[in-house]
């Protein structure tokens, strides 16, 4: 009985741990023909303090989180080793700031289709937490006010 309780415990633990991090509104636009790029979007909220440190998608040859940073008065962005995720808050990628894009794209993305996506978040005691998320591939023609992407 002692040994069923444990079980019990640590898997109430495990699943706590795996809770810390909650993914949501995931989506990508569908590509053109020989389109090898696409940017997707979700929101992130992490329990504790983090930060995002790596995404892979089996559909992608790439995946990079993007900054935006000022250069002398002009807006860019490229690539970003992590992306600060304060304890509590909910950070949005892709609307008109961070994103995540997927490079060389195996294949095109179809509407209706969706994208895998692990997200790997590492909190500030070096523990990782790794969380499945499926984006769903959204018209090409959806508005930017719909799915908030922008060309790249």
Known sequence: MRYAIVIVMLFCAAQAWAENVVVSDASARATAPGQESAAVRFSITSKKEARLVAIVSPVAGAVEIHGMTHDNGVMKMRAIEFLPLPAGKMVK?????????????????????????????????????????SAEVKPLTASRDEDGHHTH
């Not at 990628?93 to 978040?121: D, R």
């Open 93 to 133: 990628l892709g609307a008109s700031g961070n994103h995540v894009m997927l490079l060389n794209l195996k294949n095109p993305l179809k509407a209706g289709e969706s994208v895998p996506l692990t997200i790997t978040v590492e909190f500030s005691d070096k523990r990782k937490e790794k969380v499945n998320v």
